[in-house]
């Protein structure tokens, strides 16, 4: 069913439009200026979807972020789930469905830009209705850098919805004027369709810039579709207007009920009449104006229900003047109505009369909720005001301050009033002495006569109120035993909530908990405070007395896509790669990230996959002659009269009486004596050092040695560097490594006897400057050989073409590993995890007993670190060959698996909890261990892994288990080194 | 997100930064003469007040130099910053 309710005039939109839209297959047009929300109602369309629990048809409640119900999908453009029509600028093409609670993510990628912008000022002002416009011109006057944010499409917040006249004009032409002004002053910046969500510690408020959405298919590719202003200012002030507050009653839920406000704001904002037969319940009189405003539009409002006693002379008076019939003291008792309401059931408070009225549409109104989520959210405590029924703040904060509505003042010149007081406020304590002041214009809207009336649930039975003749209309889904529904887009009725206290629970924070209530996409904005006063009805508690649940950020939705911004893709992490990066590419390398480092895993030839070539490349290494990129492992610089001290701290190991030209394998401990890292230690001058770390710990080493640097002996003389990217490293291992190294560094003498190992020599390799060292992380004949970065492809080339005769084999990580673990060398984080000492990885030959103190050594001697069941490095040898142990795996004794020690019930179990399912079972199976490392070996001839195990050398010949998936793999324990144990390998 | 006041820098938002734990909790002189217990509580153990506390701060991704600051636990208002050869400022 459509139909036009456009009314012939009035309205911000631009009638010579005709902008096409489809919703839920309906094909409807709408004006320039509208929201889906207004362009549906314009069509009759109030129906937007059905309820996520009941099935039940819902409707369009509200007109702005406050929406509780009318949640769409956006198809076209491009998907997006979870918007409120209420929110979604119309344009030409939109392609919409109404959605039941849940959302569908696209698995498409999202074609569209994203970014965030820092925007630093001495006022930010959140909302441009008449209280933020005069906060941020007063504040502007004063010279203050003001930036103003507003969720709208334009300014001006609640003027849009009315049609007041300030100083005898159209509101919006004071609007205009102050806009105007503030465009044309310097250091004032106003973002519309700009929604503050979050406000934070010292004047940081987070925002999110719709920029494109609004155009549909017209938005330019090259501008950011969102963007995250990350807003920083002196001094906040919120101005973030009000959200009407419902009633519950009985089937309070069908399309066709509404906010009066909205009502409003459909009039006067788009033109258009929200039914041919409106009703109005109210507990104030902010609804009568929704009435007689309708009724002045020629819509036929028969009657206006007022829960108060006393009906405000004058506005009702306009009332009847206008036939409209006023019932004083009644409520609303139910509806009925299938997909759209038909008519309203009225009952005096008293009881002694019920009538039924014919309606299509039910403007509600219980009062106003000031805005006060970004108060909360700076940790600003807020007052209950029982005038209001409703939460203001309530307290004085240095930096932010509340204005207009937020700050419960609903008159507009009063909000004008505190507005200019608040920016007055703000510019002073920013350090501005106040400018010209903004005056107060005169209002010609109608005032409150009679206080409002706090109605939270109109009382009686879930199933009617006043007799039995009253009974719920829920046809659809599954039957809900109450329809009087408090959290609408939760389907959670005023019987959810007296379950909750039935049940025990007196604090909100619970019942929101139990109830799901307040936890949709709108965070309650409608459903929360009702919910509490629900809650302190029913426990015969003052909610002056209770604490209302806490406000957090962010205050409406944000898309993910948004926050992530620019940081997605390529740039989502830094890359960081070596100098001999594109070598690598350029011959196959399979990569492997290394914290942030792109590392080469293995160089696979036309064939193979990375078993085959991890084989080839180790047989290369140990047979031959191979090369690999090791440019990531961390370089520290050390230098200073004093770095050989630090290093004796540092290091478990003696650094002090390393001599010039030597090399030590050096291993650090936290002061817990469990390894960080370990790393070699090259001796360059008295008082330089040349430290490595591993690829991933870089960062974390040098870190540590400037914590201890400056915080316990700053009076240590010296610095720390990380030159890590300022050289190229490339191992040259395997026993023809000596050869080729001689062919390309004639100048320098390789042998044994003259560069022994754990030595290093300053030379020329292939005419290139290079630092040479003889350390081995393979057990192998090896050189490392370090050149500055730029020549580094040269090097490696030349390496390249001097090994050809050999069958030099490039090899990456993966082999590597194979390598080093044959060797039963251990590496930090794969084999150790911050419970490991030097000691469980039998590595008591580094750590020094002649020094007097270092870091870690006085936690060597705590009992725990003494106990012989700690957990040893060792080696493991499946007693099949061919079975690769996965790393990770537990090492048990039991040579069967139990059963789990807590059965699962299938789901094909008879439903309930059958008692003979819950036995107790066995007590766990004891896990000795775990495998950290494991390999096929091609210099074993088989698979072998390291694990660390409890007495682990004590087990040294014991037969145990690791489990892979059902079956048991048998092992047995052995020494960490597995290849080469003599170490006759390493000279070549 | 909160604004640090580096002593060196200035007030720089919190990501810049990096927590160190409990200030003046020094290292001790003679590690070998304290008692496990008394290690133990070294290596272990840290205050964890209600209000104002002193701790150890590093400017990680500025000027990478370490400071101590009094925090309210509370609010997380920084009191003071100080450096780390300084004496606890008094507070209130």
């Given at each position: 069913?459509?139909?036009?309710?456009?009314?012939?005039?009035?309205?911000?939109?631009?009638?010579?439009?005709a902008l096409?839209?489809?919703?839920?297959?309906?094909?409807?047009?709408?004006?320039?200026?509208?929201?889906?929300?207004?362009?549906?109602?314009?069509?009759?369309?109030?129906?937007?979807?059905?309820?996520?629990k009941?099935g039940?048809p819902?409707?369009?409640?509200a007109a702005?972020?406050?929406?509780?119900?009318?949640?769409?999908?956006?198809?076209?453009?491009?998907?997006?789930?979870?918007?409120?029509?209420?929110?979604?600028?119309?344009?030409?093409?939109?392609?919409?469905?109404?959605?039941?609670?849940?959302g569908?993510?696209?698995?498409?990628?999202?074609?569209?830009?994203?970014?965030?912008?820092?925007?630093?000022?001495?006022?930010?002002?959140?909302?441009?209705?008449p209280?933020?416009?005069?906060?941020?011109?007063?504040?502007?006057?004063?010279?203050?850098?003001?930036?103003?944010?507003?969720?709208?499409?334009?300014?001006?917040?609640?003027?849009?919805?009315?049609?007041?006249?300030?100083?005898?004009?159209?509101?919006?032409?004071?609007?205009?004027?102050?806009?105007?002004?503030?465009?044309?002053?310097?250091?004032v910046?106003?973002?519309?369709?700009?929604?503050a969500?979050?406000?934070?510690?010292?004047?940081?408020?987070?925002?999110l810039?719709?920029?494109?959405d609004?155009?549909?298919?017209?938005?330019p590719?090259?501008?950011?579709?969102?963007?995250?202003?990350?807003?920083?200012?002196?001094?906040?002030?919120?101005?973030?207007?009000?959200?009407?507050?419902?009633?519950?009653?009985?089937?309070?839920?069908?399309?066709?009920?509404?906010?009066?406000?909205?009502?409003?704001t459909?009039?006067?904002?788009?033109g258009?009449?929200v039914g041919?037969?409106?009703?109005?319940?109210t507990?104030?009189?902010?609804?009568?104006?929704?009435?007689?405003?309708?009724?002045e539009?020629?819509?036929?409002v028969?009657?206006?229900?007022d829960?108060?006693?006393?009906?405000?002379p004058?506005?009702?008076?306009?009332?009847?003047?206008?036939?409209?019939?006023?019932y004083?003291?009644?409520?609303?008792?139910?509806?009925?109505?299938r997909?759209?309401?038909?008519?309203?059931?009225?009952?005096?408070?008293t009881?002694?009369?019920?009538?039924?009225?014919v309606?299509?549409?039910?403007?509600?109104?219980?009062?106003?909720?000031?805005?006060?989520?970004l108060?909360?959210?700076?940790?600003?405590?807020?007052?209950?005001?029982?005038?209001?029924?409703?939460?203001?703040?309530?307290?004085?904060?240095?930096?932010?301050?509340?204005?207009?509505?937020?700050?419960?003042?609903?008159?507009?010149?009063?909000?004008?009033?505190?507005?200019?007081?608040a920016?007055?406020?703000?510019?002073?304590?920013?350090?501005?002495?106040?400018?010209?002041?903004?005056?107060?214009?005169?209002?010609?809207?109608?005032?409150?006569e009679?206080?409002?009336?706090?109605?939270?649930?109109?009382?009686g039975?879930?199933?009617?109120?006043?007799?039995?003749?009253?009974?719920?209309?829920?046809?659809?889904?599954?039957?809900?035993?109450?329809?009087?529904?408090?959290?609408?887009?939760?389907d959670?009725t005023?019987?959810?909530?007296?379950?909750?206290?039935g049940?025990?629970?007196?604090?909100?924070?619970?019942?929101?908990?139990?109830?799901?209530?307040?936890?949709?996409h709108?965070?309650?904005?409608?459903?929360?405070?009702?919910?509490a006063?629900?809650?302190?009805?029913?426990?015969?508690?003052?909610?002056?007395?209770?604490?209302?649940?806490?406000?957090?950020p962010?205050?409406t939705?944000?898309?993910?896509?948004?926050?992530?911004?620019?940081?997605r893709?390529?740039?989502?992490?830094?890359?960081?790669?070596?100098?001999?990066?594109?070598?690598?590419?350029a011959?196959?390398?399979?990569f492997?990230?290394v914290?942030q480092?792109?590392r080469?895993?293995?160089?696979?030839r036309?064939?193979?996959?990375?078993?085959?070539?991890?084989?080839?490349?180790?047989?290369?290494?140990?047979?031959?002659?191979?090369?690999m990129?090791?440019?990531?492992?961390?370089?520290?610089?050390?230098?200073?009269?004093d770095?050989?001290?630090l290093?004796?701290?540092?290091?478990?190991?003696?650094m002090?009486?390393?001599?010039?030209?030597?090399?030590?394998?050096?291993?650090?401990?936290?002061?817990?004596?469990?390894?960080?890292?370990?790393?070699?230690?090259?001796?360059?001058?008295?008082?330089?050092?040349?430290?490595?770390?591993?690829?991933?710990?870089?960062?974390m080493?040098?870190?540590?040695?400037?914590?201890?640097?400056?915080?316990?002996?700053?009076?240590?003389?010296?610095?720390?560097?990380?030159?890590?990217?300022?050289?190229v490293?490339?191992?040259?291992?395997?026993?023809?490594?000596?050869?080729v190294?001689a062919?390309?560094?004639?100048d320098?003498?390789?042998s044994?006897?003259a560069f022994?190992?754990?030595?290093?020599?300053?030379?020329?390799?292939?005419?290139?400057?290079?630092?040479?060292c003889r350390?081995?992380?393979?057990?192998?004949?090896?050189?490392?050989?370090?050149?500055?970065?730029?020549?580094?492809?040269?090097?490696?080339?030349?390496?390249?073409?001097a090994?050809?005769?050999?069958?030099i084999?490039?090899?990456?990580?993966e082999?590597?590993?194979v390598?080093?673990a044959?060797k039963?060398?251990?590496?930090?984080?794969?084999?150790?995890?911050g419970?490991?000492?030097?000691?469980?990885?039998?590595?008591?030959?580094a750590?020094s007993?002649?020094?007097?103190?270092?870091?870690?050594?006085?936690?060597?001697a705590r009992?725990?670190n003494?106990?012989?069941?700690r957990?040893?490095?060792?080696?493991?040898?499946?007693?099949?060959?061919?079975?690769?142990?996965?790393e990770?795996?537990?090492?048990?004794?039991s040579?069967?698996?139990?059963?789990?020690?807590?059965?699962?019930?299938?789901?094909?179990?008879?439903?309930?909890?059958?008692?003979?399912?819950r036995?107790?079972?066995?007590?766990p199976?004891?896990?000795?261990?775990?495998?950290t490392?494991?390999?096929?070996?091609a210099?074993?001839?088989r698979?072998f892994?390291l694990?660390?195990?409890?007495?682990?050398?004590?087990?040294?010949?014991?037969k145990?288990?690791?489990?892979?998936?059902d079956?048991?793999?048998?092992?047995?324990?052995?020494?960490?080194?597995?290849?080469?144990?003599?170490?006759?390998?390493?000279d070549g | 997100?909160?604004?640090?006041?580096?002593?060196?820098?200035?007030?720089?938002?919190?990501?810049?930064?990096?927590?160190?734990?409990?200030a003046?909790?020094a290292?001790?002189?003679?590690?070998?003469?304290?008692?496990?217990?008394?290690?133990?509580?070294?290596?272990?153990?840290?205050?964890?007040?209600?209000g104002?506390?002193?701790?150890?701060w590093?400017?990680?991704?500025?000027?990478?130099?370490?400071?101590?600051?009094v925090?309210?636990?509370?609010?997380?208002?920084?009191l003071?910053?100080?450096?780390?050869?300084?004496?606890?400022?008094?507070?209130?």
């Amino acid at each position: 069913m459509t139909a036009d309710f456009r009314l012939p005039r009035g309205g911000r939109i631009d009638r010579d439009s005709a902008l096409r839209f489809t919703f839920n297959g309906l094909s409807l047009t709408g004006r320039q200026g509208d929201t889906l929300a207004s362009a549906l109602l314009a069509n009759g369309v109030h129906q937007v979807t059905t309820s996520i629990k009941y099935g039940r048809p819902r409707g369009i409640m509200a007109a702005g972020v406050e929406e509780p119900n009318a949640l769409v999908q956006v198809a076209e453009p491009f998907a997006e789930p979870m918007l409120t029509a209420t929110t979604v600028e119309l344009y030409d093409g939109l392609v919409a469905d109404g959605l039941v609670g849940h959302g569908r993510l696209t698995d498409e990628p999202d074609p569209a830009r994203y970014d965030s912008k820092h925007a630093h000022c001495d006022v930010v002002v959140v909302g441009a209705g008449p209280a933020g416009l005069a906060a941020a011109l007063t504040a502007a006057r004063s010279g203050a850098r003001v930036v103003l944010v507003d969720d709208q499409n334009e300014a001006g917040g609640s003027l849009l919805g009315t049609d007041d006249y300030l100083d005898d004009r159209p509101s919006d032409a004071w609007v205009r004027d102050v806009v105007a002004e503030l465009d044309a002053t310097p250091d004032v910046l106003l973002l519309n369709r700009t929604a503050a969500f979050g406000a934070y510690q010292d004047g940081f408020v987070l925002a999110l810039q719709r920029r494109t959405d609004h155009l549909g298919f017209d938005a330019p590719r090259h501008i950011a579709r969102h963007r995250i202003w990350r807003i920083r200012a002196k001094q906040t002030v919120i101005a973030t207007g009000a959200h009407e507050r419902p009633i519950v009653f009985g089937d309070n839920d069908r399309p066709g009920i509404m906010l009066a406000g909205a009502a409003r704001t459909y009039l006067h904002r788009y033109g258009v009449q929200v039914g041919r037969r409106v009703g109005v319940f109210t507990t104030n009189d902010s609804a009568y104006v929704a009435a007689i405003e309708l009724a002045e539009a020629g819509v036929d409002v028969p009657v206006l229900i007022d829960a108060r006693h006393d009906v405000p002379p004058k506005l009702g008076a306009e009332c009847a003047a206008r036939g409209i019939d006023v019932y004083a003291g009644h409520v609303v008792t139910g509806t009925e109505g299938r997909d759209h309401l038909t008519d309203v059931h009225i009952g005096s408070l008293t009881g002694w009369h019920a009538d039924t009225v014919v309606c299509d549409t039910l403007l509600v109104s219980g009062g106003w909720n000031p805005a006060v989520h970004l108060f909360s959210q700076l940790g600003g405590a807020l007052r209950y005001a029982p005038g209001l029924g409703a939460y203001v703040p309530g307290e004085r904060l240095p930096t932010a301050r509340a204005a207009g509505s937020a700050a419960g003042a609903f008159e507009v010149t009063t909000c004008i009033e505190q507005g200019a007081g608040a920016g007055r406020d703000a510019a002073r304590a920013a350090g501005f002495s106040p400018g010209v002041e903004v005056a107060v214009p005169v209002a010609d809207a109608r005032a409150e006569e009679t206080p409002s009336a706090v109605l939270w649930s109109v009382p009686g039975e879930p199933n009617g109120v006043f007799g039995a003749e009253y009974v719920p209309n829920a046809p659809f889904g599954s039957v809900p035993d109450d329809a009087r529904f408090v959290d609408l887009q939760r389907d959670a009725t005023v019987s959810d909530v007296l379950r909750a206290t039935g049940a025990g629970l007196s604090s909100l924070e619970h019942v929101k908990r139990y109830t799901t209530i307040g936890t949709a996409h709108d965070q309650g904005k409608t459903s929360g405070l009702l919910a509490a006063g629900i809650v302190a009805d029913a426990l015969g508690e003052d909610l002056a007395d209770r604490r209302p649940t806490t406000f957090r950020p962010p205050y409406t939705s944000v898309p993910f896509a948004a926050l992530g911004g620019r940081d997605r893709g390529e740039l989502y992490d830094p890359v960081r790669v070596t100098a001999l990066h594109d070598w690598h590419v350029a011959h196959g390398a399979e990569f492997e990230d290394v914290g942030q480092w792109k590392r080469s895993r293995h160089y696979p030839r036309q064939g193979e996959d990375m078993h085959a070539a991890v084989l080839r490349e180790c047989r290369a290494a140990r047979e031959g002659v191979a090369l690999m990129d090791a440019s990531t492992l961390g370089k520290i610089d050390v230098q200073g009269p004093d770095a050989a001290e630090l290093l004796d701290m540092l290091y478990t190991n003696m650094m002090s009486t390393l001599k010039v030209g030597r090399i030590r394998y050096g291993v650090m401990c936290g002061i817990d004596g469990m390894v960080i890292d370990d790393g070699t230690v090259i001796r360059l001058t008295e008082d330089r050092f040349l430290l490595t770390t591993t690829t991933g710990n870089a960062a974390m080493v040098l870190d540590w040695v400037e914590e201890w640097l400056q915080t316990e002996w700053p009076h240590l003389r010296v610095f720390a560097t990380s030159v890590t990217e300022h050289w190229v490293t490339v191992p040259l291992v395997g026993p023809r490594s000596r050869e080729v190294l001689a062919t390309l560094a004639p100048d320098l003498d390789v042998s044994n006897d003259a560069f022994g190992f754990m030595t290093w020599q300053d030379g020329t390799v292939a005419g290139i400057p290079a630092r040479v060292c003889r350390i081995s992380f393979s057990g192998e004949l090896a050189y490392e050989i370090n050149v500055n970065a730029w020549h580094g492809l040269a090097l490696w080339e030349a390496l390249i073409e001097a090994g050809e005769p050999y069958g030099i084999t490039p090899y990456g990580t993966e082999t590597m590993h194979v390598l080093r673990a044959e060797k039963g060398y251990p590496i930090v984080g794969q084999d150790t995890d911050g419970t490991v000492t030097p000691q469980d990885l039998g590595m008591s030959w580094a750590v020094s007993k002649k020094k007097a103190d270092f870091i870690g050594k006085r936690s060597f001697a705590r009992p725990e670190n003494l106990r012989p069941d700690r957990k040893h490095l060792v080696g493991l040898l499946p007693a099949d060959p061919t079975v690769l142990l996965p790393e990770g795996g537990q090492i048990i004794e039991s040579d069967h698996l139990p059963e789990p020690p807590v059965q699962c019930l299938s789901p094909h179990s008879p439903a309930g909890l059958n008692r003979a399912h819950r036995v107790v079972a066995q007590p766990p199976v004891r896990m000795l261990g775990h495998v950290t490392s494991s390999y096929d070996s091609a210099a074993l001839g088989r698979t072998f892994a390291l694990a660390v195990l409890r007495s682990g050398r004590e087990r040294i010949g014991e037969k145990l288990y690791v489990p892979i998936g059902d079956q048991l793999a048998a092992v047995t324990v052995t020494e960490t080194v597995l290849y080469d144990k003599e170490g006759a390998r390493r000279d070549g | 997100m909160q604004l640090i006041p580096c002593p060196w820098c200035g007030p720089r938002e919190e990501v810049e930064f990096h927590y160190g734990g409990q200030a003046h909790v020094a290292y001790p002189a003679e590690s070998a003469a304290l008692s496990d217990e008394e290690w133990a509580k070294f290596v272990f153990f840290r205050d964890n007040p209600r209000g104002p506390f002193a701790e150890r701060w590093s400017h990680a991704a500025g000027c990478r130099r370490w400071f101590n600051a009094v925090r309210d636990t509370r609010s997380y208002e920084l009191l003071a910053v100080y450096r780390p050869d300084q004496e606890r400022p008094v507070t209130t």
